[in-house]
């Protein structure tokens, strides 16, 4: 995959990232070798993903250049506070072996701890002080956003959210083209269930010669959406990325939009009320 985004604070991210969670030990290591190897320019972590050891010994037995590659890691919610947050980057930093954080999210906004904004405020810190080159939050609604956005000033890069043809969050999509933040998806595929049985997945795989894994990423890509999936497998990794050889008509991407339903939550994860430590 050719194509990349450019952030409202003028970084660059490719089209398709790697999701890691739950890639850990020598395993873990060889999946994230062999994605960067076949082309992957960003691994998706986290602190409570318990491995960033994993990403940062990836990067160096690769033999991609560092400044090739974007890794990413989240704030837990334990450390949503100014100082606390500024901790967790830098042992983040110490774990993944890199001077740099390319990519620092808030992982949730845990609501009824209402700390978010603390956290938020030491994600700035910490871009401000170049620990960090990006910064954004993962699961935040659109009132989560506008918060943040109203007491700080900064307007996130990107939020990383649920996203696949279930549940294609229209209207948080809207917004975040409003404010100019790129949406990123955890769960692009959108498994247990996964849409890949579904007419409108199958008849646009067979039209154009591909996966319907395939089919669900490019959707991806069409709408602006960065995708991180997650495979250990090198062959499905390279199929992952090859997106560039077919493009979906545009009622193949409102019928796969349109698969939307009321209760299309991989698990019980509404952010207003879903919350991790």
Known sequence: MTASHTLNDGTTLPAVGLGTYPLTGPAGVDAMVSALQVGYRLLDSAVNYGNEEEVGEALRRSGVPRDEVRVATKVPGRFHARELALRSLSESARRLGVEQIDVALI???NPSRDLYVDAWRGLIEAQRDGLVRTIGVSNFTEAHLARIIDETGVVPALNQVELHPYFPQVALRAEHERLGILTQA?????????????PAVTDAAAAHGVSPGQVVLRWHVQLGSMPVPKSADPD????????????????????????????????DGDPDVHEEM
């Open 236 to 267: 499905r990794q390279r199929q992952n990325l090859d997106l560039d050889g077919f493009e979906l008509t545009d009622d193949e991407v409102a019928a796969l939009t349109a698969l939307a339903r009321p209760d299309g939550r991989r698990f």
């Open 186 to 198: 955890w769960s692009p595929l959108g498994k247990n269930p996964s849409p890949f049985d579904e």
């Open 107 to 109: 992982h949730w906004p």
